[in-house]
């Protein structure tokens, strides 16, 4: 079992860059495999990146490829999304979520059985 805290969301403006931050518990981090989702209000939520258990290959939804880099410090216990050319359209509350041995549908919230309380992050045009 993992227990996921997300931090570093806050309030920029469109251009800017953020980075946020999943602490995560356990022994086993480094078999998880890893994701970023966000919902804003009144949609549903969304997959944004993630990064596979083994090899850290990475994934990311066309929305944000180019301008978002999700990595990973296993000897740290913690999971990153490194956010650029940041857009109004960015703005939500983005979860990190963890799932063991995780190797395919990585899109998929479904799939992912932990999960953080989210880090509100807004974007002003």
């Known amino acids: 079992q993992v227990q996921l805290v997300e931090s570093g969301g806050g309030l920029v403006q469109a251009g800017d860059s953020l980075r946020v931050s999943c602490a995560a518990s356990?022994?086993?981090?480094?078999?998880?495999?890893l994701g970023w989702f966000r919902q804003a209000p009144g949609k549903e939520r969304e997959f944004v990146a993630a990064?596979?258990?083994?090899?850290?290959?990475?994934y990311y939804a066309d929305s944000v490829k180019g301008r978002f880099t999700i990595s990973r410090d296993n000897a740290k216990n913690t999971l990153y999304l490194q956010m650029n050319s940041l857009k109004p359209e960015d703005t939500a509350v983005y979860y990190c979520?963890?799932?063991?041995?995780?190797?395919?549908?990585?899109?998929?919230?479904?799939?992912?059985?932990?999960w953080g309380s989210g880090t509100q992050v807004t974007v002003s045009s």
């Open positions: 356990g022994r086993t981090f480094s078999a998880y495999t």
């Open positions: 979520a963890a799932s063991y041995y995780l190797t395919t549908n990585l899109y998929t919230d479904a799939n992912y059985a932990y």
């Open positions: 990064i596979r258990w083994g090899d850290s290959s990475t």
